[in-house]
């Protein structure tokens, strides 16, 4: 064990003991909640992937074997330790093997550069990585252990196959092969760190956020307890990377904490993400909008039926009224509206309606759960309390808060209070029945001409568009206005929208057209980041290398007036 990054707790310690006093989080370490699973169900199935299924039993005794292995590496309580791997088996059991040893693991989906890797181990003190020896393209494990010569606190990267380990690395097959019978498992803190999320945010480097045990098996594993209203251990199709903010609720949430099964795909494609759905009828599907308006669009060319989960939960990216409706019908399920980041925040929409409810500004985010993250509507310079029915900043605080930003404590005083409330940058607000309504964020503009434009306003007036598939709408330099609104679509049948249809739909629904956007880019999928949302930077490098998606002059709005 080294001296790691320094997580504080910026909760107070009395707050994280009365919810763990009053149940609302198990007070238990995720390997120890996992074992009890394993013991009441040894032979249920854990994981379905590509290999096949792996029952609770067969996953704990590889635990075991690769914590023995990490343990004898040096590998102990508190020590960060880097996870780069795809959606299968080997990411569940490198989670639940540092679960055991107290160490904290820090995972970050495949496709991410190499750059951003050594940012990412770099400020977390990372003292080891786990990472595949080649995954399509990428080669991760020869990558990051060409980084360590600059990462001194990194002293062991390992390399999990298919693939001979590249020389310098310790094979994953060798730490497997220990006999895991000595090990005995740590018993870390419930309110230490078990784990870092990574957030692209908005900073120019990735936000890491550190969550603790009961944080994570308690206020995330609430969450999902509200989506099953029999009580029984879920089966979970996860579109998204494990080692995404939204995949922290695999391991720790469906399976330590609910005894459940993970369905996991390497990669997603809407034709695997369908037929995992014949094949394993899951439960519940976790996913991005996205993801969704690619299979609706599979489904609309094939005219198939799929089995029907209890229910498609969406989060990730603002979801419209037209992909709810279609997925509901289409999934004969109730779509839930997930509000919810790495930060800290969540809230979302429930089972009680088929097709979420809706505002004049688009999806509504749901009634907060205090079990999860009690939230409220702040003053973003006082941080006062605001009435119901007055927008302002969504603030959270509750038992999924995480401790606090990892290596940053600047992030850590821009976006949590004094009392630990985590500022969300988001704004909206509670109406009279207590129901968050979400309407755009602090900082997620265009702005044009010195006027703001709202991205998320346009993409939800142009989502109801006939021959809108889906659509992306970002900010592209110019030296004139500073920045302009283009729309990225991907278009609804083998004709694609003009940029005039699309702004005579914005001006028939009444949007000014000042917020119309002025250029078009026709895509015939959405491009998607490593963490499976839509790659807004890819969209914005391809409009500014494509003269030909440029409006037209006579296409532009004018200028906006200063008031």
Same mark, same amino acid.
């Given at each position: 064990m080294t001296d790691g990054p320094a997580l504080k707790d910026l909760l107070p310690a009395g707050l994280r003991r009365s919810w763990a006093a009053d149940g609302s989080c198990p007070d238990l370490d995720l390997y120890s909640l996992f074992r009890a699973?394993?013991?009441? /169900?040894?032979?249920?199935?854990?994981?379905?992937d590509a290999k096949g299924t792996l029952c609770y039993t067969a996953l704990d005794r590889k635990v075991r074997c690769l914590a023995a292995g990490l343990r004898d590496l040096g590998i102990g309580p508190g020590d960060v330790v880097g996870v780069q791997l795809p959606n299968h088996r080997n990411a569940v059991i490198a989670d639940l093997a540092l679960a055991a040893l107290g160490a904290v693991a820090l995972p970050f989906p495949v496709g991410r550069g190499v750059l951003e890797a050594e940012c990412l181990l770099r400020r977390a003190r990372a003292v080891a990585v786990i990472a595949s020896v080649r995954h399509?393209? =990428? @080669? @991760?494990?020869?990558? *990051? *252990?060409a980084l360590a010569r600059s990462l001194p606190d990194l002293r062991h990267v390992v390399a999990v196959g298919p693939g001979a380990a590249p020389e310098g690395t310790t094979a994953w097959s060798a730490l497997m092969r220990g006999d895991a019978r000595d090990f005995a498992p740590a018993r870390p803190d419930p309110d230490g760190a078990a784990r870092i999320l990574v957030s692209s945010g908005s900073e120019a480097e990735p936000k890491m956020i550190a969550y603790s045990h009961n944080a994570l098996a308690g206020g995330r594993g609430n969450f999902l307890a509200s989506l099953i209203p029999d009580r029984t251990p879920p089966r979970c199709l996860f579109l998204v990377p494990l080692a995404s903010a939204f995949g922290s609720n695999g391991t720790a949430v469906t399976l330590a904490? @609910?005894? &459940? +099964? !993970?369905? *996991? !795909?390497? &990669? =997603? +494609?809407? /034709? %695997?993400? !369908? %037929?995992? *759905?014949? /094949? @394993?009828r899951p439960t519940h599907v976790l996913g991005v909008p996205t993801m969704v308006r690619m299979m609706l669009e599979h489904l609309d060319t094939t005219g198939e039926r799929v089995p029907a989960p209890t229910a498609l939960v969406l989060g990730g990216a603002p979801l419209d009224e037209t992909t709810a409706a279609a997925a509901s019908a289409a999934f004969g399920c109730p779509v839930v509206n997930l509000y919810g980041s790495a930060d800290g925040v969540n809230c979302h929409t429930g089972l009680a309606h088929a097709v979420p409810p809706t505002d004049g500004t688009g999806v509504v985010a749901g009634r907060p759960d205090p079990r999860v993250t009690e939230i409220r509507i702040a003053d973003p310079d006082s941080h006062r309390a605001l009435a119901d029915g007055t927008i302002g900043e969504i603030v959270s605080r509750g038992p999924m808060s995480p401790l606090c930003y990892v290596g940053a404590p600047e992030l850590d005083a821009r976006y949590r209070t004094p009392d630990g409330w985590v500022r969300t940058g988001d704004l909206g607000y509670l109406d009279a029945d207590g129901v968050l309504h979400v309407v755009g964020r602090l900082k997620d503009i265009v702005i044009r001409g010195g006027a703001n434009i709202s991205p998320a306003e346009v993409e939800r007036g142009l989502a109801s568009h006939p021959q809108v598939r889906d659509v992306v709408c970002v900010g592209v330099p110019d030296p004139l206005m500073g920045e302009r609104l283009a729309a990225c679509v991907v278009p609804r049948g083998e004709r694609a929208p003009t940029l005039e249809a699309l702004g005579g739909h914005l001006a028939a629904g009444g949007m000014e057209r000042r917020k119309h956007p002025e250029r078009l880019l026709v895509v015939a999928r959405m491009p998607l980041t490593p963490a499976g949302k839509p790659d807004r930077a890819a969209l914005r490098e391809r409009l500014t290398a494509a003269p030909g998606a440029q409006g037209a002059p006579g296409d532009r709005p004018p200028l906006a007036q200063a008031g």
């Open positions: 699973r394993r013991i009441a /169900e040894p032979h249920a199935p854990a994981v379905l399509r393209d =990428f @080669h @991760h494990a020869a990558d *990051l *252990l904490r @609910h005894g &459940g +099964t !993970l369905v *996991l !795909l390497d &990669g =997603f +494609t809407p /034709e %695997a993400a !369908l %037929a995992a *759905l014949r /094949e @394993h």
